[in-house]
């Protein structure tokens, strides 16, 4: 056995009794209260510790006895010879908790009151894991190796530990990551903040800035912020109702940062209701129906002609005569600005009251009651002619398969899109059916009899009706999701309803008249509305917010009306189609066309 190094107990200096230190208590005391704050300075020798501060030697020995009290409940009277190094004073002490060492519980003295003495225990238990405890080493480490999960690393060698846990003596590593990191990686860590932060990043130094003006980099966030109110993922634009989507061409080294720009100040305009208005002019009666996108508008009226204009010049470009119309000797044919569009003869015999296109075909529908389809890539071309309503074809939609005709005969016809064959009629309202919006194999439908209808393509069955409105149904919208079926009619209210369930959300106020056409732009999350009281209206889908409104905006009723990112196009009983261009001279606003 070592000699051990003790001292004389002095009662007024600590009142514990002597007891002193065994070379086998070392770890178990120095472990035990190595954070307590007293100092500890020692130095290894053969094993030995030799400590210089007497309180914490007589507090260590304390500790290391305590937990090996003797059979005796008192303290014995202290008989100390100094000098003497086999002699260790053995001394009972059982009204002090003692933490656990190892596999050792801690030691709890009977009749502590109010488990003070466990709480005691547990606070001298933490003390002793603090930042300056010692881990074991590779070569001190017996059990099984883990080198891939770090299990062995070395962390003996704590100079310089803080309270805190950090080492002041090692250097910390101070470097760019954007100088660093591959380019590709950069840019793409770049897609996943705003915009707002990217402009702020291109001010951090040269190299940010090269990094943060990546063509790539601004396309991921030129995409991700597009506003998509009601879908989550883009979906295709196979039936477009209205207008572009404003995403611009895909064609090498575009500049997106440009094109973000340029929607930004888009949107200002959008806000605060500054478009810029002009009209086509042409058709010699009623407008009914209108749609456009980026480049052209279709028109059809209730003079019997179909005109496709140029919405930049806003020049009619082309003219689908009735077939017993002599376009050469017919007044009608005049432009009014002195031009001759490329016209045809073999267009409707009466009103056409409805149409829609995409980039392949064009379907107008006529109170003659026929529906005609219409090559677009074959200048216009007649394909087929669709008759088996009894009345005039009141509305018109189609997909990638079918074409979804209703009349006034009360009814709707499915047909075949590639070959003009009929495919089943549905039937089930009382009154005219006035419009129809088509989504994957549902249908949707508004009457005059006040209901809306979802049906099934595939069984031809009504699936849901969806009550509420008090009178007759002109016009209705079907979410490109196929969660949500807008409607509105003669009392002057726009409802929006669940799909799935048939409940009404809210119901939308504002017009003072027959509320005659709605348009629902999905990426926008926007709803515009046309009326007899001859008010355009932008709502918010999501919360029926009113956005803007443009009172008086026709001299007549409004017929249609839809809307794009840039334009509100608008028809009207006035014979006039009215564009309000909300990016007429707005410098690079032609990038975001499609």
């Not at 061409?249 to 209701?273: A, C, S, Y």
């Not at 009814?411 to 309202?429: P, Y």
């Not at 099934?456 to 969660?483: M, P, W, Y």
Request: net charge negative; charged share 20%.
């Amino acid at each position: 056995m070592q000699h051990p190094v003790g001292e004389k107990w002095d009662p007024d200096h600590i009142s514990s009794p002597p007891i002193y230190y065994q070379p086998e208590a070392e770890h178990s005391a120095a472990s035990q209260l190595g954070s307590s704050g007293l100092e500890d300075n020692y130095s290894e020798e053969n094993g030995s510790v030799l400590h210089h501060h007497s309180r914490f030697t007589r507090i260590a020995h304390w500790l290391r006895r305590s937990c090996h009290p003797s059979s005796s409940d008192s303290p014995t009277t202290p008989n100390f010879r100094e000098g003497d190094p086999n002699y260790y004073q053995t001394y009972s002490v059982s009204t002090y908790p003692i933490p656990g060492n190892g596999s050792e519980p801690p030691y709890l003295p009977e009749g502590a009151a109010g488990g003070a003495a466990a709480r005691a225990a547990a606070a001298a238990q933490n003390e002793r894991l603090g930042p300056t405890r010692f881990v074991l080493s590779v070569k001190e480490y017996k059990g099984d190796r883990d080198r891939e999960s770090g299990v062995d690393m070395d962390m003996k060698d704590h100079v310089g530990v803080t309270a805190h846990g950090y080492s002041t003596s090692l250097p910390m590593v101070r470097a760019d990551p954007v100088e660093y990191l591959p380019s590709e990686l950069v840019e793409h860590l770049f897609t996943f903040v705003d915009h707002h932060t990217l402009l702020r990043s291109e001010l951090v130094s040269r190299t940010w800035r090269k990094a943060v003006t990546s063509h790539h980099t601004w396309k991921k966030v030129f995409l991700n912020e597009q506003p998509r109110a009601l879908i989550s993922t883009p979906v295709p634009n196979i039936n477009p109702m209205a207008g572009g989507r404003g995403l611009g061409k895909r064609i090498p080294n575009q500049d997106w940062k440009r094109m973000f720009q340029v929607r930004e100040n888009l949107r200002r305009r959008w806000e605060n209701g500054h478009g810029c208005p002009s009209y086509l002019e042409g058709h010699t009666d009623s407008v009914y129906v209108v749609q456009f996108d980026d480049y052209k508008a279709i028109t059809g009226s209730r003079d019997r002609t179909i005109r496709v204009w140029d919405i930049h010049t806003l020049r009619c470009i082309r003219v689908i005569y009735p077939q017993d119309t002599d376009a050469s000797t017919d007044s009608e044919c005049v432009q009014p600005h002195g031009e001759d569009p490329c016209s045809s003869s073999d267009g409707h015999k009466a009103s056409v009251l409805c149409l829609q296109y995409d980039d392949k075909i064009l379907v107008t529908g006529s109170s003659d009651s026929t529906c005609i389809v219409w090559s677009i890539n074959e200048n216009y071309k007649r394909l087929h002619c669709l008759k088996y309503h009894t009345a005039g074809v009141l509305d018109v939609c189609f997909d990638e398969v079918h074409i979804v005709t209703c009349s006034k005969d009360t009814s709707l016809c499915i047909w075949d899109r590639a070959t003009g064959e009929f495919i089943r009629q549905l039937c089930g309202h009382s009154g005219p059916v006035n419009a129809v919006q088509v989504r994957g194999s549902s249908v949707a439908s508004c009457s005059g009899d006040g209901l809306v209808k979802l049906w099934s393509l595939d069984s031809g069955n009504c699936v849901r009706e969806f009550i509420g409105h008090t009178r007759g149904l002109a016009c209705v919208q079907f979410s490109e999701d196929s969660k949500l079926i807008i409607s509105g009619g003669n009392d002057e209210s726009i409802r929006v309803w669940e799909a799935n369930t048939g409940n009404c959300i809210y119901t939308l106020h504002g017009h003072t008249s027959l509320v005659r056409s709605l348009h629902l732009n999905c990426e926008t999350g926007t709803l515009v509305t046309g009326s007899y009281d001859k008010s355009i209206k932008v709502y918010d889908i999501i919360n029926g917010r009113l956005l803007l409104d443009f009172p008086g905006w026709h001299s007549s009723w409004i017929l249609s009306a839809k809307a794009d990112y840039r334009r509100i196009v608008s028809a009207s009983q006035d014979g006039r189609v009215m564009i309000q261009d909300f990016g007429a001279g707005l410098e690079g606003v032609e990038m975001l066309e499609s």
